[in-house]
């Protein structure tokens, strides 16, 4: 176990629909990032936040966002999902807002769109 | 930008044989580099990190890195590879241009045999 919590595991929903994915950093860790993982595109980074604030946006269509919560757990909004949004979908935590020493990651909710 | 290249998708070795997974880094300032492993429906595990100190790192697992600099590389090496080393492994960089995250390499799947 990491510390870094993502859930749901699994989601399987239709084209057009919207879900949420939640992180939940390891304890103390104020940076939260999330990044996309697929076969064709590899690990691709979304969006950073740290102690509630977005600090930089990759490569995060318009129809997603995020934010992260005082209590500094994070949800990653996907709308309007078309297939090739199927993916791992990977949340990570650092201490501070700088990666220096690297992150630690969730084990991933596996996003199913047909 | 920084940006990191892994040479090879699928390395294979046998048990007890030398790995060896290559990673090259293109950066303009000194570089902060890691290597992370993936097991299957896991997420990533940090196995060892740079940050300008020793340029041989040792990581878990038995697994260590030299950073060269003239030859702008990071590459990852056990000795003898047990089976349980099969996996997947990717190295990143920290990225540097206005904000601090990680930018990861494509992944060398490593396929270890008895």
């Known amino acids: 176990d990491s510390g870094v919590t993502q859930t749901p595991k699994h989601l399987i929903t239709a084209t057009g629909q919207r879900v949420t994915l939640r992180c939940s950093p390891r304890s103390g860790d104020l940076s939260v990032y999330w990044y996309q993982q697929s076969l064709d595109q590899g690990l691709q980074f979304l969006i950073h936040?740290?102690?509630?604030?977005?600090?930089a946006k990759g490569n995060i269509l318009e129809r997603f966002s995020a934010q992260q919560f005082p209590d500094l757990h994070s949800e990653l909004n996907l709308s309007s999902l078309e297939l090739g949004d199927s993916a791992l979908y990977f949340c990570?935590?650092?201490?501070?807002?700088?990666?220096?020493?690297?992150?630690?990651f969730g084990s991933g909710t596996r996003l199913t769109v047909v | 930008a920084q940006s990191v290249t892994q040479l090879g998708s699928h390395v294979s070795v046998s048990e007890g044989a030398l790995v060896l997974l290559r990673c090259n880094y293109s950066?303009?300032?000194?570089?902060?580099l890691f290597w992370y492993v993936q097991y299957p429906n896991q997420g990533l595990q940090l196995l060892l990190k740079y940050t300008s100190a020793a340029t041989l790192v040792k990581g878990i697992n038995g697994f260590e890195a030299e950073f060269k600099k003239s030859e702008t590389s990071f590459h990852l090496t056990k000795p003898s590879a047990h089976m349980s080393d099969a996996a997947e492994y990717f190295c990143a960089v920290r990225v540097d241009s206005g904000y601090s995250t990680l930018t990861f390499g494509k992944g060398t799947m490593l396929l270890v045999s008895p």
């Open positions: 950066s303009s300032v000194p570089p902060y």
């Open positions: 990570a935590s650092s201490p501070r807002e700088a990666a220096n020493y690297g992150y630690t």
């Open positions: 936040y740290y102690n509630g604030e977005e600090r």
